[in-house]
Each structure stands twice: as structure tokens, then as C-alpha cells.
């Protein structure tokens, strides 16, 4: 299974961002996704899921400011980021998991992508 994420850029404090995370190979149908992010000198952390299913889950930090959302005639994986603020800078990775429900934990997802990298400037 390999995961391609792309969409990252640099965007001023306001603005918005769409990524996308194409995957190939595998049942992507059948895979939970969700997207981590990596700032510089901090751990990975989760930011949101979305089940095989449909079901959605985000991080306290970015709910209601983005959205997860998947088409699956395509095998991709969307993350629309709103009103992006300068702590949201960081290296953004899509992940795909066999487990079921809404995991959040990096440990649960099998797969990974290279990262696209966010820049928000104040």
C-alpha cells in the first residue's frame, strides 16, 4: 500500500489549505485514514480520522477549522483546513489503519505517507 499526500504550501494566518492523500494498492474502501502532523522538535500527533465507514474524529486543536473527508472512487483522502493559525505549521502525514473505528493513535495505523509540509505565517 503506498500513501502520496500532497497540497502543502505556505499560507498566511486566515487562509486555507486542502490536502489530499492518494493511495494505491490495497482495499482503500476497507482502510480507516487519518492525517498526523510533525512541528519541528515536537512529537507526531493526531489531528483527524476517518473510518472505513464514514465515521470522523479530529483533535481538540483543529475541530471545527477542518474537515477529513474521503472519496472512495478516487482512494483518496482529504484534509480541508480552515482559518489556519501559525501553530498549525508542521510536516502533514496521511496514515492508513486496518482497525476499526476512529483510532488516534499513531501506533494503530500500518501505513504511511512522506509527508506534505504546512507553513503559517502570522
Known amino acids: 500500500v503506498q500513501l502520496q499526500a500532497s497540497g502543502g504550501g505556505l499560507v498566511q494566518a486566515g487562509a486555507s489549505l486542502r490536502l489530499s492523500c492518494a493511495v494505491s494498492?490495497?482495499?482503500?474502501?476497507?482502510?480507516?485514514m487519518g492525517w498526523f502532523r510533525q512541528a519541528p522538535g515536537k512529537e507526531r500527533e493526531f489531528v483527524a480520522t476517518?473510518?472505513?465507514?464514514?465515521?470522523?474524529y479530529y483533535a481538540d486543536s483543529v475541530k471545527g477549522r477542518f474537515t477529513i473527508s474521503r472519496d472512495n472512487a478516487k482512494n483518496t483522502v482529504y484534509l480541508q483546513m480552515n482559518n489556519l493559525k501559525p501553530e498549525d505549521t508542521a510536516v502533514y502525514y496521511c496514515?492508513?489503519?486496518?482497525?476499526?473505528?476512529?483510532?488516534?493513535?499513531?501506533?494503530?495505523?500500518?501505513?504511511w505517507g512522506q509527508g506534505t509540509l504546512v507553513t503559517v505565517s502570522s
Open positions: 476517518t473510518s472505513w465507514s464514514g465515521s470522523t
Open positions: 494498492g490495497g482495499t482503500f474502501s476497507s482502510y480507516g
Open positions: 496514515a492508513a489503519t486496518r482497525f476499526a473505528g476512529t483510532p488516534a493513535h499513531f501506533r494503530e495505523y500500518d501505513y
